[in-house]
């Protein structure tokens, strides 16, 4: 079984920043795009940024230049900086990854999400 667990989210001042993170665990053979969503109160879950195994990203118009994805291929891991922070960044962020793993002895490509994290854009 595969988890994703994130952390680094938080309460912080319009103009701050965080860095969230996102560690995969299980049985992986190899991650193929990770991805953060997040979804504010009554509203639906939206697509925030992107990144490949290979490095290229893709960002939602409403954080370009603000946020940045990035992840480390040998520790399964995926982060979110977060700088600029206005008040409408204010959603729960989840992980999102296509997974490669082993089940039984089967190889398996599944889609899993994290449980997410909490940020609060407020003064």
């Known amino acids: 079984q595969v988890q994703l667990v994130e952390s680094g989210g938080g309460l912080v001042q319009p103009g701050g920043s965080l860095r969230l993170s996102c560690a995969a665990s299980g049985s992986i053979l190899s991650i193929n795009n990770m991805a953060w969503y997040r979804q504010a109160p009554g509203q639906q879950r939206e697509l925030v940024a992107v990144i490949t195994s290979g490095g290229s990203t893709n960002y939602a118009d409403s954080v370009k230049g603000r946020f940045t994805i990035s992840r480390d291929n040998a520790k399964n891991t995926v982060h979110l900086q977060v700088n600029s922070l206005k008040p409408e960044d204010t959603a729960v962020y989840y992980c999102?990854?296509?997974?490669?793993?082993?089940?039984?002895?089967?190889?398996?490509?599944?889609?899993?999400w994290g449980q997410g994290t909490q940020v609060t854009v407020s003064s």
């Open positions: 999102n990854a296509d997974v490669r793993s082993m089940i039984a002895t089967y190889r398996v490509l599944q889609n899993y």
